[in-house]
């Protein structure tokens, strides 16, 4: 949104030269008063040698020019161009009845024609609003021109003149998809932070965890992505390489999937991970798919999650020196810093004894409450050791104000009593939040239902 003049603004404020460049048209130039100049260190010369052109006003053929340039005194590039490459924005007018100015008053009505998108107060330099600049980013990236003209012509090269022409129709709608986005965008920053510190809260309290609204219209938007089969295999590289090849792609598409949830194909995570709740396999085999795969973790967590380290060392040496405390994964908040413990156990593991203790009633196995009890013990003494775990590994954006404890372990009961029993357990476990793979897996699914454009996804067995 362009700024707005305040209404005790003079424009016999402004320092100003106006130059008549023939009838009807005119140069603006900026001038820093003596105090600036002082400012930036050019005090002992006369403020006039510094003076920058900052506009154009053509009245006679039906155009304005304006040259980004920094007009901030305390910028150490005040008075320098504003981009690196484009100098200048040239704007077809319809002056109307009016003609080029040659007053301070004219100059800022004759600003006002700009079209929507532009700051059109020169002592904020005249540019494009911030939420519009990728637009010059964008034609610096892929063109060499210096120039950039705003008209009816088609949009495309005249190296003739030596201006990149963009059409008006295509401007307003360049404008329209960053604002549609920045909505999109705000909205579901909104979303996030209000389940992000509900979800904060319920665990003090002992509440029912919130998931994100994944049906809003909003959140959908922002994940459903068309790729590519090419932009699949660069993303590849991206996520097992951890390489910036973005350039060679959509850079869109391939940002979102690096820094929202690191995957190229869901469909074959999915699928190894079926295949692996198939076989006898190892807790370390799980942890390698995690490691591969580590957005599964925000999955797990619930709202944005940074991973700090597997096999994370979190105290409890013994003075012998035996005994340390590892955990599989530790993890942080992304928002509040907040540290998470995640452990690892077998999909084989059981979750309840073979016999019902009474009735319909059965009570949880020796490998859950074992495991509950181990991760608990390992927030116990990474609570204990924050300090020097910040100091000796030198992360000191960690936080230990409630440490969440999640364990990822087994497999949801068939038998509706056994389910029903598990649920009672694991609801009542108020500092271990408790999760099967096969939960896991499901939310696998919903994932990629989200990302596919019939938005069916991969049903569930």
Not at 176 to 183: A, E, K, L, M, S
Not at 335 to 353: F, Q
Request: with cysteine.
């Amino acid at each position: 949104m362009a700024r707005l003049l305040p209404e005790d603004f003079s424009p016999a404020e402004l320092n100003i030269d106006i130059e008549e460049v023939f009838p009807n048209c005119t140069d603006v130039f900026i001038l820093p008063s003596q105090a600036q100049s002082e400012m930036v260190g050019k005090g002992t010369q006369k403020p006039s040698q510094h003076r920058k052109r900052i506009a154009t006003f053509n009245g006679q053929d039906g155009f304005i020019s304006i040259f980004p340039i920094i007009t901030l005194p305390t910028h150490p590039n005040y008075l320098r161009q504003k981009y690196d490459q484009i100098e200048s924005i040239q704007l077809e007018i319809d002056f109307g009845y009016s003609s080029a100015p040659y007053t301070k008053g004219e100059v800022v009505s004759c600003l006002q024609l700009l079209p929507s998108g532009f700051v059109k107060d020169l002592r904020y330099g005249l540019d494009l609003t911030k939420d519009y600049r990728f637009i010059i980013s964008a034609i610096e990236e892929q063109t060499n021109f210096k120039s950039v003209c705003i008209g009816k012509e088609e949009t495309g090269d005249d190296s003739e003149f030596d201006f990149f022409h963009l059409n008006v129709n295509d401007f307003d709608e360049m404008r329209r998809n960053c604002d549609r986005i920045t909505r999109r965008a705000r909205q579901v920053a909104q979303i996030t932070k209000t389940a992000a510190i509900y979800n904060q809260l319920a665990y003090h309290l002992g509440n029912e965890q919130r998931t994100l609204p994944t049906d809003n219209d909003a959140i959908s938007k922002m994940l459903r992505i068309k790729i590519s089969d090419t932009d699949k295999q660069v993303a590849m590289s991206l996520v097992v390489e951890d390489k910036s090849m973005v350039a060679q792609t959509d850079p869109v598409t391939l940002t979102k999937l690096k820094n929202d949830i690191e995957l190229v194909s869901l469909e074959r995570l999915i699928a190894s991970y079926e295949e692996l709740l198939t076989k006898k396999t190892k807790e370390e085999t799980w942890q390698r798919l995690f490691n591969e795969n580590p957005f599964i973790l925000s999955l797990a967590f619930g709202y944005p999650a940074i991973k700090i380290s597997d096999q994370a060392s979190v105290g409890g040496k013994r003075i012998s020196g035996d005994g340390e405390k590892i955990t599989d994964y530790l993890i942080k908040n992304g928002v509040t810093n907040n540290l998470a413990l995640i452990e690892i156990k077998k999909p084989s593991a059981a979750l309840l004894n073979k016999k019902a203790y009474r009735g319909a009633v059965y009570c949880a196995s020796t490998e859950l409450t074992g495991s509950v009890t181990q991760v608990l013990d390992q927030c116990y003494q990474l609570q204990q050791n924050i300090a020097s775990i910040k100091s000796n590994n030198r992360i000191y954006d960690i936080e230990s104000y409630a440490v969440y404890c999640i364990l990822i372990i087994g497999y949801m009961p068939s038998d509706e009593d056994e389910r029903k029993s598990f649920e009672i357990y694991r609801s009542n476990s108020k500092n271990v939040q408790i999760i099967t793979f096969d939960e896991l897996l499901l939310k696998l699914k919903q994932l990629h239902g989200f990302l596919d454009d019939g938005g069916d996804g991969i049903t569930t067995n």
